[in-house]
């Protein structure tokens, strides 16, 4: 795959990929799912495979299970690295001991729903199988038991403390009655029933212990050797305890859930989605899809996007014409995204959807650009088109977003004409965003046109409909807004029978 | 601890928001003139009594009963409510001045709150004396001072001044706690103030680790400073809530004494212009009934005012028709005042007065508005009307006055005849003031409306009085012509 700047793969930036990606994984920082993401699956099989265990997934009881492991396991994390940057030994030690808390919460949530709801995905059967496993393990079980009696030691601490100018005693506790108690009920009369809350909060402590809590803990430790004991035999018996086979768990159940939440408000407000089938001939089709990057900025403004559907048979060639904002680029963008994620085994915006597993997918977006170095400009985009027409085959989507907008337009139809042969050629699967009609009359094309409102030609609807291109309908009806057909101007000026 | 002077079951509170349209109706019944009579300048006062008539809208009969009760007793002694008054907002002063905002800041101050429930203690004790060695004849008065008894005994006083002294910890707080976490102590509990070798007088003294500071230490001393304010939080808790409360119960005190001192301000300024007080009956459903009702506002304002008697059980809607310049607003007054003391628990100006207890109270009086807005003027109340009704309450006292008149009387007949015929149909007591013969006419034949008018004399003097009687197609519009330009305007 050829591969942009910071290894961002060439045509994320084209199909608002990298935006999607930085969206996905924003809530799993550092957990390097960005490289899953940028790595298209090649092989139909493994599609399917990862199709169903997104769809075990997706049942919601299961789904929570893995979203509660998830966070049991950052939990898990977040304790390590206090642990590893703690200077105080025994708040080191008790930060590890946290970790392990967190990691054993994380193991059990995660077995009860695996228990509850038996997935059916081959891929987290295996792993369940795994965990059902480890769960019996000698080394398991220790590291349970332990955890359990070092933590009660810990809890059923109970000591004194003496403030008095600039001087502080400690020992253990004794039984002493609750003063602050005593206080409360002389005035009791004044409350009523019951007495009004406090509302004051004190803000959190950061993580690390000042001198004085550090000495604190540090006589607690001689004053309660057996407690804090156990806590250091902990320690040394458990380092590495975390399973690297519950990692990996970890980091691929994100993948599934990252993406899964994010569409999940999409579908909430009625957008489908679907598994594509993996075809190996066309008819290569999906319906009612929509660019999810942009359907998450609408949804967040409180609106939905209109969905297009696109289907490649003999037809291997989508050329989409049609007024400006008419949203052809969506459309293209749209195209791909699903493409990729469909590679990725993921469910795909649509309805119905069946394609076919690409090797590749090609994007060239023109940027309107300085008409001075027009024919330096021209010259690099055709030396780029050239680059990816050599790496396209048979199994290859293209998508060209106005390639020729730059160059004059005698030269435009002729490079125009050649490039979409050239696909043709190639059998490659594309799509051709162009103001060139004609290009959408060329054999091995089918033809689409972004919609206008035919009651008011100023409005789009976004609906993109296969169409012969004729490119004379808007601008007919909008003349017919503005009063200025012919038949309207004669009228205007008077006259007329 | 509850004051009850004003409730049977609870306290005044201030902090209820008026009712919709409340500035209108002071504005449409002329209460400024009350309220000058009843706070004099005090503005606290002004708000206290402000608040009480707006609240009295949703008066209960038990609770107005029980206010007249203590309003008699506050006019039979207007030194002790005057008393409690300013004992109250001494006390408060007090309070105030050793610590303000106890809980405004994230936690506690211990040292504050001593200082400012002593204050509260010495204003408790002065009050039970006041109430102890003054007759009370009304049950409020007396169930205060019974309440308070019951609690404010010597021995209270005693424990609660030691706790005080006990509070400023002169040897060190001592706290139990727990290991949070992280390592650091939580679940803190205050425990008694230790005397020497208290805790093992027989067994041998437990193992005590100690740190010094060093002087210099200065990280140090403010951390061992937290560590004991979170020691002694609870108890700054509770004392600071004590304080709170006490002060909440002197703020109520305050308030009530302070209302029932204006109420006998207002008789006192009544009667020495040789107005008869009454009071009035609550009753329940349309009842309205009153003998020699004026209004209170004119008459502090002319030192003398005009009596009115009306039998309307029954009768809604009450249409008062008549001439221009017949007073015709101050027929409308009178009952709305009279319904407001009514509900607050106080006097009306009457010699006898009994009504029905509504829910709320709602004006829409025509405005004298710029000129400039002539041409929105009609809109405007429309506006005006629409947020009335989008506010109102389920069996209110309505009052219009010249409502509509900003259009023509044909429109402006047919919408408020078809606006009164809702209100009245939903339960709503409308009395209604309008110079348009068209809009009370479409009520004739109709047996519960009532159609009041200023009486004429028959030699064209009005004497201010209301008398039944349907309406007619001419006001005296004719009347006021001649008086002002004499005979060529006939």
Redo the contacts between chains.
Sequence with gaps: MEEGERGVPAHFQDLHLDELEAALFAPHGGMGLEAIFRRPLQDGKAVIHRQRVAQDLEAEPLAQAFRTFVRGMENMRKGLELAEGAR?P??KR??F??AVEAYLEALEGLWKGLLGHPPRSPGLQAYRAYLEAYRGSPDFLRLRADRERTRSA??G??????????????????G?????????E??R????ES??S?????LP?G?W?????A???D??A??FPEAFGRLEAFFQDHRGFADPALLRLEKEARFFLAYLDFIAPMREAGLPFVYPEVAHEPPFLAQEAFDLVLAAKLLFQGSLPVTNGFLFDEARILVVTGPNQGGKTTFARMVGQVYHLFALGLPVPGSRACLLLPDRILTHFEARENPEELRSKLEEDLRRLKTLLDGATDRSLLILNEPFASAALLDARLIGRFVLERIRARGSLGVVVTFLDELARLPGTRSLVAEVDPEDPARRTFRILERPADGKAYALALAEKYGLTYARLKARLGGGP | ?RVGLLFPDRDLDLAHPFPFGWEDVEHDLGLGDVYRAMAGEDGYLLEVVRKVLAQGLTSQAATVLHRQEAVREALERPDLVEALYTLAGETLAAKRRESYGL?R????DLYGAIKAMEALLKGLRALLALLQRTPLTSPPFQALEARLEA?LTPA?FR??EA?LEA?RFP?????????S?????QGY??????ERRA??PFGKR????????H?RDE???R??GE??EK?????A??????V???AR?FESLRAEAGFLLGAARLAGRLKALGLPLAFPTPAEGLRLAFRGLYDVGLALRQGMAVGNDLEAHGRNPIFITGANRGRKTTFLRSPGLAQLFLQAGLFVGAERFESGLVDGLFTHFKREEDRALEAGKFEEELRRLDGLVAHLTSKPLFLFNESFAATSELEGSELGAQVVRVLVEAGVRVVFVTHFYTLAAAFLGDERTLFLKAERLPDGRRTYRLRPEPPEPTAYAQDLLRQVFGEEAG
Excluded: C
Excluded at chain 1, 157 to 174: D, I, K, N
Excluded at chain 2, 105 to 108: A, E, K, L, T
Excluded at chain 2, 206 to 213: A, C, K, N, Q, S
């Design positions: 105080h025994w708040q008790l930060y001991l946290l810990l809890d601490l109970r000591y004194v403390l003496h403030v008095h100018e600039g001087r502080l005693a400690l020992r253990a506790y004794q002493e009655p609750d003063y602050g108690r005593q206080v409360a002389i005035f009369p004044f409350f009523g007495p009004p406090w509302q004051g909060r004190d402590p993580p212990l000042n001198h004085v809590e000495w604190i803990l006589h607690l001689l004053l | 601890m809980f800041r994230d936690r506690p609690v209270f424990q609660a706790h509070l040897k060190g707080v001592w706290m139990a706690a727990g290991l976490r992280e390592g650091r102590s509990t205050l425990l008694p103030p230790e805790w093992w437990p193992r005590t680790y100690v740190l010094t500071l002087p990280a140090g001393a951390i061992l560590i004991r020691g002694i939080l609870e108890a808790k509770a004392l600071a809530t004590a709170e409360e006490v119960f």
